[in-house]
């Protein structure tokens, strides 16, 4: 499973705070983030910035809790 994305720091999954702040329907993304935990993935390719080779799903679901707070 591959998934990519642009996080706000290179070197971290985790929104931006504009991203945070220019998300108007937090529920969908929340919905979203749920159904991408449910993948079975560990090594997650970001659209710029390092590779995460281990532990990505982990390190998705803690970078992205705000989404998942925010519901």
Do not use: C
Not at 10 to 27: F, M
């Amino acid at each position: 499973m591959l998934l990519a994305i642009a996080p706000s720091n290179y070197q971290q999954l985790r929104p931006s705070l504009l991203e945070k702040i220019a998300t108007r329907d937090k529920e969908q993304v929340r919905r979203s983030i749920q159904r991408i935990l449910v993948w079975n993935f560990e090594r997650v390719i970001m659209a710029h910035g390092s590779i995460i080779e281990q532990d990505g799903k982990r390190q998705f679901q803690l970078g992205y809790e705000w989404f998942l707070d925010a519901g």
